[in-house]
């Protein structure tokens, strides 16, 4: 696996997100850089607000996300900041500057600048960096930055960590955006990944790795739109259909005030028994050639009211294929469950295409 994350920001409200939530997070229409979805927006002043949390096992980490800045920005007031020393540690910090230009930095202070007047106020821009790890006390870690598909900063031969003990990102490690007094940042279409390559073929035949930079991409977010083969959970209240009750998104009126959250938790479904599933069929996409789909996110919201161990795995079927995720452990408070899937179950070795994406069905199982 090397795709980790993604997020299009359109699913989520903010109130019961787990370890996402923080008060300086507000997702709405207003900020994002496509008609009719949602961005997030960082807002200051509070200090840098853990984004993401997990980065897994790898030396190198890769991050794009879409960025704007609506305001006078000044040096350090809007950054993204790659934690490591599970997750306690500032190693690297991206942003912009005053004169338009942006910046790396790690504890030893700013390591390498772009050229000026490469960043504009109310413009959408595409950033990717690239983060390698310095191993011990060696100084052969190195950051790469790159804007809109051009790289702008190559830094190598570097210390870009503090704990030396430490020599790859970890699952404690993590990814922080901040902004300072009354400023913020906007962000959309965000993605995560490692350098482990996934050996897959995308739809066309081409090698598709998915650890390396993969450009300004999209991340669209598709809700149920009926019922799967299988409708095992029940539906509270009863008169509404499965599907029905797990296909809500958040409305929010011109100033971004929420009017009603996703998920709905007065509608939902759920089972006592083990093994109960339900399964939805969702909005078809379409995409041109050359387009890629890199990969799906299914990102169910899970709670347990019972008392004891309660678990679920998220379902994919594919055709002739029916494949399950690891069992994850539901709380007693919603949250947000991500499972990564880069291929398509049915051919394990080749990415999706929209006709088997467009065909396959997604649900949940309880699992004790």
């Avoid at 600048?113 to 390698?132: D, F, H, M, R």
């Avoid at 790890?133 to 950051?143: A, E, I, K, L």
């Avoid at 409708?231 to 100033?255: D, F, H, K, Y």
């Avoid at 179950?345 to 004790?368: C, H, M, Q, R, Y």
Wanted: hydrophobic fraction near 35%.
């Amino acid at each position: 696996m090397s795709l980790i994350y993604i997020d299009s920001f359109d699913h989520r409200n903010w109130t019961n997100d787990g370890e996402k939530t923080t008060t300086s997070h507000q997702c709405s229409y207003l900020y994002s850089r496509h008609t009719g979805s949602q961005g997030i927006r960082v807002n200051g002043p509070g200090g840098p607000a853990r984004f993401f949390g997990g980065l897994g096992d790898s030396g190198t980490i890769v991050t794009g996300f879409a960025m704007k800045i609506d305001y006078a920005f000044a040096n350090d007031a809007t950054y993204i900041q790659f934690l490591g020393n599970r997750g306690s540690q500032r190693e690297i910090q991206v942003g912009p500057k005053s004169n338009g230009s942006l910046y790396i930095s790690t504890d030893a202070g700013t390591i390498g600048t772009s050229a000026v007047g490469l960043i504009a106020v109310n413009v959408w821009n595409y950033i990717e960096i690239k983060a390698k790890m310095s191993t011990g006390s060696g100084v052969n870690g190195s950051v790469i930055v790159r804007l809109n598909g051009v790289p702008v900063i190559s830094v190598f031969n570097v210390v870009s960590r503090r704990n030396q003990s430490e020599t790859r990102w970890n699952t404690y490690d993590g990814i922080s955006l901040n902004a300072n007094g009354s400023n913020h940042g906007d962000y959309d279409d965000w993605y995560i990944l490692n350098n482990t390559s996934s050996g897959l073929i995308d739809s066309y035949g081409n090698p598709m790795p998915n650890n390396d930079f993969l450009g300004d991409i999209i991340v669209a977010t598709v809700y149920p739109t009926g019922s799967g083969s299988v409708t095992q959970l029940i539906s509270v209240p009863g008169n509404v259909s499965n599907w029905n009750n797990v296909n809500e998104t958040a409305s929010r009126n011109a100033g971004g005030t929420i009017l009603d959250t996703a998920p709905n938790l007065i509608n939902y479904n759920y089972s006592p028994l083990s093994g109960s599933m339900d399964l939805y069929k969702y909005q078809h996409i379409s995409m041109s050639a050359p387009g890629i789909i890199y990969g799906i996110q299914m990102v169910p919201a899970v709670w347990k009211s019972d008392t004891g161990f309660k678990g679920f795995s998220s379902v994919i079927s594919s055709s002739a294929t029916f494949v399950t995720s690891s069992r994850e452990p539901a709380k007693d408070t919603m949250n947000y469950f991500s499972q990564m899937y880069e291929s398509n179950p049915d051919t394990p070795l080749t990415g999706w295409s929209t006709s088997s994406l467009n065909a396959a069905e997604f649900g949940i199982i309880v699992k004790d």
